[in-house]
């Protein structure tokens, strides 16, 4: 039984992660990749996407739920890294949920749901009629983050990265993290029929034989959730919680990234600090951003 898990991890393609990982995330749970901003959450959450053309013969999908723009950069590192063109998926566009099944359509793989611009997330930030104009806005998007899922998970994407998740002291006053539950729990841990009736709805009946010939296991989806903390050392991410909530109590592994301060000098370093039902590596490993991602020693 422990091989045949082993053979259906969903890796980075990093040796060293892999290895530390007793061969990569379990399909069907949830990771969640914590560390400050610019430690590189983002070009590890990208490398394990595209890491699913490899494994899985597609690609992962994007899902950017920054508002202050493509602050992370994922276009131009995916390009740069992997030779990967992100396509945006329409978050505007009015639904037109025939199209689920038109597989010659070009289908975008970055779904970047919210674009109030410059504007914060939380409740504590917000005016009474700002906060509600957020709410409005995540009804609006809530069932076209189904589709753009939906649609993906019937051509055979496997995997999900979430980002642009601010820090924030209660999660349940962020419409990011409502946004992600709401993801997480009907969407990414439905069966895949019970999916397709949150999307269709009314119309499920109609769409029922494409559902029932477009099959997918949901539990062979895995979900990689980048969250930026206040903490920049690594040492203060391990010595403090670092968050409450369903995110974290439901994450079968949770992997933090900092920054390292030796012999006067910085650094990086990655420390796999719950890794649920799998052996993992307990070694706190150097690793470097380079032109090309994150690079570890393979001697470490």
């Not at 290895?19 to 400050?36: D, I, Q």
């Not at 975008?108 to 700002?130: A, K």
């Not at 009804?139 to 980002?163: H, I, P, Q, T």
């Not at 990689?224 to 409450?244: A, F, S």
Request: proline share 4%; with cysteine.
């Amino acid at each position: 039984m422990s091989g045949q898990r082993r053979r259906t991890r969903q890796g980075f393609g990093i040796e060293t992660l892999d290895e530390m990982l007793g061969g990569g995330l379990v399909p069907g749970t949830l990771t969640v990749v914590a560390g400050a901003t610019g430690v590189g959450k983002t070009q590890l959450g990208l490398r394990w996407a595209h890491e699913g053309l490899r494994a899985e013969g597609r690609r992962g999908v994007l899902c950017d739920l920054t508002s202050r723009g493509d602050s992370q950069n994922h276009s131009s590192y995916a390009l740069d890294h992997f030779g990967w063109t992100l396509s945006p998926y329409p978050a505007d566009a009015n639904l037109n949920l025939p199209s689920v099944w038109d597989f010659s359509r070009p289908l975008g793989d970055w779904f970047h749901p919210f674009h109030r611009t410059g504007r914060r997330v939380t409740r504590h930030d917000l005016e009474y009629d700002e906060w509600h104009a957020w709410k409005t806005d995540l009804a609006r998007v809530l069932r076209k983050s189904v589709e753009f899922f939906y649609a993906n998970f019937v051509r055979g994407s496997r995997r999900v990265v979430v980002d642009g998740i601010e820090p924030t002291d209660r999660m349940s006053d962020s419409i990011q993290f409502e946004f992600f539950e709401y993801l997480y729990h009907q969407v990414l841990r439905k069966e895949d029929d019970w999916a397709a009736r949150e999307l269709f709805r009314e119309h499920y009946r109609a769409n029922e034989p494409h559902v029932m010939a477009h099959r997918y296991d949901h539990s062979s989806i895995g979900c990689l959730y980048l969250y930026t903390t206040p903490h920049v050392l690594l040492d203060d991410l391990m010595n403090q919680p670092i968050g409450e909530g369903d995110v974290f109590s439901n994450a079968n592994t949770i992997i933090l990234m900092g920054r390292t301060r030796q012999d006067g000098k910085m650094g990086r370093a990655l420390y796999v600090a719950k890794h649920r039902g799998s052996a993992c590596s307990d070694a706190i490993v150097p690793y470097r951003i380079t032109d090309l991602g994150l690079e570890f020693d393979p001697t470490a």
